[in-house]
């Protein structure tokens, strides 16, 4: 094929034990999906249909990274995660396949500039400009389920210069991993390469420059980014 520009470079992230790298296609993001994160918000966390939005894949970020301080944001915020990677495509799938289409789990960090986000909420505004900038989403290692299986339970637990910050446990999850799956491929066709972020416990707060940021999850180690100065 000819192009009239060079290719962009495929955005990956690192896979653990190896130096072989995961390739992303696209980053969706649950929002609201732990109940006490919902009320620090301002919202019920009743049941009510999961819902997403999205990040460009090309925002990815291994963790030990030093991203800059964003643009046009006095509150950038950290979200702790876990994160799955899809190896297996479709839709409509069902909640007992659900688990046959994850490739690998990662821990991950949705960085919103809380102010954009808010704004946009109060406006009935896209969250683009809150959610989806550079160096937006800290992903680490992905970790194969071939050799971890399927976490369903395990603390999540999320520290700013050392002092914990957000501390809960994945089995919390409103929406539980195959309801994610199964909801989101009814509504798009997953893809192998996609991610899907599953959203943030209570606690979430600001980051400013030379802060270190530490995300852990049991059975998938731990990630840490360093913000640099104003960009
Ligand atoms: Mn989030």
Not at 31 to 59: C, I, L, Q, V, W
Request: hydrophobic share 40%; net charge negative.
């Amino acid at each position: 094929m000819n192009l009239v520009l060079p290719a962009p470079p495929i955005p990956t992230v690192a896979v653990e034990g190896t130096d072989a790298r995961f390739p992303v296609r696209r980053i969706f993001c649950v929002g609201r999906n732990y109940a006490a994160h919902a009320r620090e918000m301002g919202r019920d966390p009743d049941r009510e249909p999961p819902f997403f939005f999205s990040k460009p894949a090309d925002a990815v970020v291994d963790s030990g990274e030093t991203i800059p301080y964003p643009p046009q944001t006095e509150n950038l915020h950290y979200e702790g995660e876990l994160v799955l990677a899809i190896g297996k495509g479709g839709r409509d799938i069902g909640e007992t396949e659900a688990l046959n289409h994850i490739w690998g789990y990662a821990i991950g960090n949705d960085l919103t500039r809380r102010d954009l986000q808010l704004a946009a909420r109060e406006l009935g505004r896209p969250w683009d400009f809150g959610k989806a900038f550079d160096h937006s989403a800290i992903i680490g290692p992905v970790h194969p389920v071939e050799k971890i299986g399927h976490p369903a339970k395990g603390a999540i637990r999320l520290s700013v210069n050392g002092t914990i910050k957000q501390d809960a446990d994945i089995a919390d999850l409103i929406w539980s991993i195959p309801e994610v799956v199964s909801f989101l491929s009814r509504s798009i066709a997953l893809a192998p390469g996609d991610l899907i972020m599953t959203g943030t416990p209570a606690g979430v707060g600001p980051l400013v420059p030379g802060d270190v940021c530490v995300v852990s999850i049991d059975g998938l180690g731990d990630i840490a980014t360093s913000i640099g100065a104003r960009s």
